[in-house]
C-alpha cells in the first residue's frame, strides 16, 4: 500500500475537521 503525500494531507485534514466538529458539538452541550 503506497500512500501519496496528497492523500496523507487530506486524510490528516479530514480527521482535524472531523475532531473540530465533534469538539465543538461536545461543547454546545
Do not use: D
Amino acid at each position: 500500500m503506497t500512500f501519496t503525500p496528497t492523500q496523507k494531507e487530506l486524510f490528516n485534514k479530514n480527521i482535524e475537521a472531523l475532531s473540530n466538529i465533534l469538539l465543538k458539538e461536545s461543547l454546545k452541550e
